[in-house]
C-alpha cells in the first residue's frame, strides 16, 4: 500500500474512533466495545475498497455493506458521516425521536445504510439475498457482510453461509468480528465456537486470517478476496472489543457502556483529545 494512502486511511480510523466515542459521550450511553473492534475494517472499506457515491448513496452501481451486528451501528454511521454521506453534527442526534441514526441501522432512514439490521442472524440472509440478486443482474459490486463472534450462535447465519457457498457467491465477503466476546461475558464460556477458520473452510469459503487492527494486512485480504473467483471468502477478523482504547479494552463489560460516573466520561475524553491531537498533527504535515 502507497505510504499516503495508508496515511489517509489511519487518519480516517482516528476520526472513526472519536465520532464514536463522540457520539456515544453525548448520548450518555451505547454499544461502545463491538463498535470500535470495526473501525480499522470500515475505514479500509469506506476508505480504499468500496464502490460508492456519497452523493447518490442508492446509486445502483454501488457495493453493499451490511452490518448483520446492527448494535454497532456508531461505527457505521460515523465511517458515513466521514465518508460525506451526510453532516457530522448529525451524529448527535443518534437514537433521538425523528433522527436518521436510530440505535440500531435502518435503511429506510439512513443514506447509504443497505440493509435494516438489528436482530442477530438475520443480516447473513438478507446479504446473501442480496448478493444472489446483484449475481443475477451480472452486476460486479460487491456484498460485504459483517457478523458478530456471538452472532454465530444464531444458526440462521450457518444456512445463509452454506446458501452463499452452494451458489459460489464469489462477489460475497463475509467478515467475522472475532472479538472475543459477546454481550455478557466471552464467547468461548457461552458456546464454545471451535475454529471459525476450520468451520468457514469446510462451509466451502476460501478463509484469511487477519489482525482487526492491520490496515494494510485488512486491504491486501480484500483484494484477495477479489481475485479469488468461483468461491466466497471469509475474513476472519482477529479483533478486540473496545479495540484502540486501553481503558474500554480493559473494561470488564464494554459491550454497553453507561457514560454516567467520572471514570467512563474521563476515559472518553482523554481519549477524544489524544485522537483529535493525531488528527490535527497528521492533517497539518
Ligand atoms: C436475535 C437477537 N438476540 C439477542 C439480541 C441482543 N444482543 C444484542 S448484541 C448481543 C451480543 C452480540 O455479540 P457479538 O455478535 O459478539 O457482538 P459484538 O461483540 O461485536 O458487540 C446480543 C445478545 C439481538 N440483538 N438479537
Ligand atoms: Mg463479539
Known amino acids: 500500500m502507497e505510504q499516503e494512502t495508508n496515511k489517509q486511511l489511519h487518519v480516517l480510523a482516528a476520526k472513526i474512533r472519536r465520532d464514536i466515542l463522540a457520539m456515544l459521550l453525548h448520548r450518555g450511553y451505547g454499544h461502545l466495545g463491538g463498535s470500535l473492534s470495526l473501525v480499522e475494517y470500515m475505514s479500509v472499506l469506506y476508505g480504499k475498497q468500496l464502490h460508492y457515491d456519497p452523493k447518490d448513496p442508492q446509486k445502483e452501481d454501488r457495493d453493499r455493506v451490511v452490518l448483520s451486528k446492527g448494535h454497532a451501528g456508531p461505527v457505521w454511521y460515523s465511517a458515513l458521516a466521514e465518508s460525506g454521506f451526510f453532516d457530522?453534527?448529525?451524529?448527535?442526534?443518534?437514537?433521538?425521536?425523528?433522527?436518521?441514526?436510530?440505535?440500531?441501522?435502518?435503511?429506510?432512514?439512513?443514506?447509504?445504510?443497505?440493509?435494516?439490521?438489528?436482530?442477530?442472524?438475520?443480516?447473513?440472509?438478507?446479504?446473501?439475498?442480496?448478493?444472489?440478486?446483484?449475481?443475477?443482474?451480472?452486476?460486479?459490486r460487491y456484498t460485504y457482510l459483517i457478523v458478530g463472534d456471538g452472532e454465530l450462535n444464531e444458526g440462521q447465519c450457518w444456512e445463509a453461509f452454506q446458501f452463499i457457498a452452494n451458489y459460489k457467491l464469489d462477489h460475497c465477503i463475509v467478515a467475522i468480528d472475532d472479538n472475543k466476546r459477546q454481550l455478557d461475558g466471552y464467547t468461548k464460556d457461552i458456546m464454545y465456537p471451535f475454529s471459525y477458520a476450520d468451520k468457514m473452510k469446510a462451509f466451502g469459503f476460501n478463509v484469511i486470517v487477519v489482525k482487526g487492527d492491520d490496515m494494510e494486512a485488512i486491504d491486501a485480504a480484500i483484494d484477495q478476496a477479489k481475485a479469488t473467483v468461483g468461491q466466497p471468502t471469509c475474513l476472519v477478523l482477529d479483533t478486540v472489543k473496545g479495540q484502540g482504547v486501553p481503558y474500554f479494552e480493559e473494561m470488564r463489560s464494554n459491550h454497553s457502556v453507561k457514560f454516567n460516573n467520572d471514570a467512563n466520561i474521563n476515559a472518553a475524553k482523554e481519549a477524544i483529545a489524544q485522537l483529535d491531537a493525531y488528527i490535527a498533527k497528521e492533517e497539518s504535515k
Open 88 to 140: 457530522r453534527d448529525v451524529l448527535y442526534t443518534l437514537n433521538d425521536g425523528g433522527t436518521i441514526l436510530p440505535s440500531h441501522p435502518d435503511r429506510l432512514k439512513t443514506p447509504g445504510v443497505d440493509m435494516t439490521t438489528g436482530s442477530l442472524g438475520q443480516g447473513t440472509s438478507s446479504a446473501a439475498g442480496i448478493a444472489m440478486g446483484l449475481k443475477m443482474r451480472c452486476s460486479d
